[in-house]
């Protein structure tokens, strides 16, 4: 017989769908609930509102440092693959990078599902070899005097980035700090973002 083209990939995943409850493995509802987390509740939203409260309430960081799974429960993200939470803070002089060299771990609570790039085989592979070059061409360019240190993730261990908070920030709110907040920021392949300069 031969090979048809690959169905599109909405085609493959109803497939999926419709094997998994047709053999029982989880019932429709179940299914449609993780995708709805997966989509809408797992994101790095999340992460950029932990980092703003750490920024702004040095209780909460402390805390957070201390026991980063019920430093985020505390703003309600906890449960899926974020049973153990470790947060990394970033200082002038030491950068935290993440990486899952197994396959793709993230804190799905507030990072969110892996985006395509740190699943990718060359970052997996390259990244804790060379973190300061793979950064450089993910655009972070860090100077020499910045100590950088690559975590690698687990099944067990997620971890987060806490960027340094940029400069110009004073009074700002945990909404307008959170914005500057990426899902690479908390991974560790970009700073937050400095406010614009006039
Ligand atoms: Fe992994």
Same mark, same amino acid.
């Given at each position: 017989?031969?090979?048809?083209?690959?169905?599109?990939?909405?085609?493959?995943?109803?497939?999926?769908?419709?094997?998994?409850?047709?053999?029982?493995?989880?019932?429709?509802?179940?299914?449609?609930?993780?995708?709805?987390?997966?989509?809408?509740?797992?994101?790095?939203?999340?992460?950029?509102?932990?980092?703003?409260?750490?920024?702004?309430? +040095?209780?909460? &960081? /402390? !805390?957070?440092?201390?026991?980063?799974?019920?430093?985020?429960? %505390? @703003? $309600?993200?906890?449960?899926? *693959?974020?049973?153990?939470?470790?947060?990394?803070?970033?200082?002038?002089?030491?950068?935290?990078?993440?990486v899952c060299t197994q396959c793709s771990c993230?804190?799905?609570?507030?990072?969110?599902?892996?985006?395509?790039?740190?699943?990718? +085989?060359?970052? &997996? /592979? !390259?990244?804790?070899?060379?973190?300061?070059?793979?950064?450089? %061409? @993910? $655009?972070?360019?860090?100077? *020499?005097?910045?100590?950088?240190?690559?975590?690698?993730t687990?099944?067990?261990?997620?971890?987060?980035?806490?960027?340094?908070?940029?400069?110009?920030?004073?009074?700002?709110?945990?909404?307008?700090?959170?914005?500057?907040?990426?899902?690479?920021?908390?991974?560790?392949?970009?700073?937050?973002?400095?406010?614009?300069?006039?």
């Open positions: 017989m031969e090979r048809s083209e690959p169905a599109p990939i909405a085609a493959r995943a109803e497939a999926v769908r419709s094997a998994i409850i047709d053999k029982g493995i989880l019932t429709a509802e179940a299914f449609d609930g993780v995708v709805h987390l997966g989509t809408e509740e797992w994101k790095p939203e999340n992460g950029a509102r932990v980092v703003a409260r750490a920024w702004t309430d +040095p209780a909460f &960081r /402390a !805390r957070l440092l201390q026991d980063g799974t019920a430093a985020c429960a %505390e @703003l $309600g993200y906890s449960g899926a *693959e974020g049973h153990y939470i470790v947060a990394l803070e970033d200082t002038p002089e030491r950068h935290n990078v993440i993230t804190a799905w609570p507030v990072l969110g599902l892996p985006p395509d790039w740190y699943k990718s +085989p060359e970052y &997996r /592979a !390259r990244v804790a070899r060379e973190p300061r070059g793979v950064l450089r %061409e @993910l $655009g972070l360019d860090l100077g *020499e005097d910045i100590a950088i240190r690559v975590w690698e687990s099944a067990e261990t997620r971890y987060m980035v806490i960027p340094v908070r940029p400069e110009g920030t004073d009074g700002w709110s945990e909404d307008e700090l959170a914005a500057l907040v990426s899902r690479e920021a908390l991974i560790g392949t970009a700073l937050a973002d400095r406010p614009p300069q006039d």
